[in-house]
């Protein structure tokens, strides 16, 4: 995920992922970027996570250089 100096999405951006077949997709936040992970049991800073092979996930931008991701995701 580009810091916004780099790639000015606007607040309330979503991007969805999905994983075709056995791919699992790494997200990596950039130099700056806080990625919030939601899970179903609470959430968790990271600076990155994996979209599960099969699954699909959504990042939403929050706020300048903050994003949450949420959906079938890994730490």
């Known amino acids: 995920i580009p810091p916004n100096?780099?790639?000015a999405f606007e607040i309330g951006t979503v991007i969805l992922i999905q994983s075709i077949n056995t791919a699992e997709i790494t997200i990596?936040?950039?130099t700056g970027v806080v990625l919030t992970s939601i899970f179903n049991t609470g959430s968790t800073t990271a600076t990155s996570d994996t979209v599960q092979a099969g699954g699909r996930a959504a990042l939403i931008k929050v706020a300048?250089?903050?994003w949450t991701i949420t959906g079938?995701?890994?730490d």
């Open 5 to 7: 100096a780099t790639v």
């Open 72 to 74: 079938n995701i890994s």
């Open 28 to 30: 990596t936040a950039g």
């Open 64 to 66: 300048t250089n903050e």
